[in-house]
């Protein structure tokens, strides 16, 4: 009975304040209607940050695309950096696109933030004064930062009926894609062996027994380099100039990614030893 009696004394008190104070429940929620107004302009900018760092995004990347126009049929400038890559012709592809570069390959989302943010910053810190980046135009990292994109998103219409330009382009290459996948290749390479990638991670990424579209994930990189500094020896297996694919560049910030990505260029850390725990 004690128990009952405080349990309904405690009730009975809760009551009491909730009637005694009434008048403090129309403040409260004039109060919360007033702090929702205030927040609205913040949460306006906040949404509108969100659109304008995709929008970066995108225009950066633009900038460096290379046209699928035409990969229908086979003739996109895709295409054709693809058909050197295949032919193995190191002074036509060293002439057009540089001795090293990136491609990226990306959408036309939000999903690219990451990569954005690592590939702008190690482009600014190209020529910075940055001791931690001296060397980029010297030893430490040879040749003049060079990128590219692939947009695997871009589409065309055929009888009212759109498609995806780059599943052409990697129809159209497919034994190229295939080479990549190779177990004996890309899984041997220092920066797969210190991530843990397997032959698995590369087949699913490259090869698919459903001819109908590319399972490649994006944002992907490929590094290539034409350089003698690229110890991968072109054969049958291999594709000639391709170092390293990375599925994700490594870090928690831009500056953290730039380094990741100076570390793939420069062939060194995790691109160009066993990393030891």
Request: charged share 25%; aromatic share 14%.
């Amino acid at each position: 009975m004690v128990v009952l009696r405080a349990i309904g004394g405690f009730f009975v008190r809760i009551g009491r304040w909730i009637k005694e104070t009434a008048w403090i429940q129309p403040l409260l929620i004039v109060g919360a209607i007033f702090a929702v107004i205030f927040a609205i302009p913040h949460i306006i900018d906040g949404v509108k940050g969100l659109f304008d760092e995709s929008d970066n995004a995108n225009k950066f990347f633009a900038k460096y695309q290379i046209s699928l126009k035409n990969a229908e049929k086979g003739t996109s400038k895709v295409d054709e950096f693809f058909t050197k890559i295949e032919d193995g012709k190191a002074d036509e592809i060293k002439s057009s696109y540089g001795e090293r570069f990136f491609v990226a390959f990306v959408k036309e989302d939000s999903s690219n933030q990451d990569l954005y943010g690592g590939l702008k910053t190690f482009k600014d810190k190209w020529s910075s004064k940055d001791k931690e980046f001296v060397g980029l135009n010297g030893d430490a990292l040879k040749g003049n930062f060079k990128l590219y994109t692939v947009y695997t998103d871009s589409t065309y219409e055929v009888d009212n009926e759109e498609k995806n330009l780059f599943d052409e382009v990697w129809l159209t290459h497919y034994s190229l894609f295939e080479t990549m996948s190779n177990g004996q290749y890309l899984p041997n390479t220092y920066y797969a062996m210190n991530k843990g990638y397997q032959a698995s991670n590369y087949e699913n990424a490259f090869t698919s027994d459903k001819l109908d579209s590319c399972p490649m994930s994006t944002p992907l990189v490929m590094y290539f380099d034409y350089s003698e500094d690229n110890k991968i020896e072109a054969d049958s297996q291999r594709v000639k100039g391709l170092s390293d694919v990375v599925f994700t560049v490594d870090g928690g910030s831009d500056l953290e990614r730039a380094r990741t990505l100076k570390k793939c260029w420069s062939h060194t850390d995790l691109f160009g030893e066993i990393v030891k725990d």
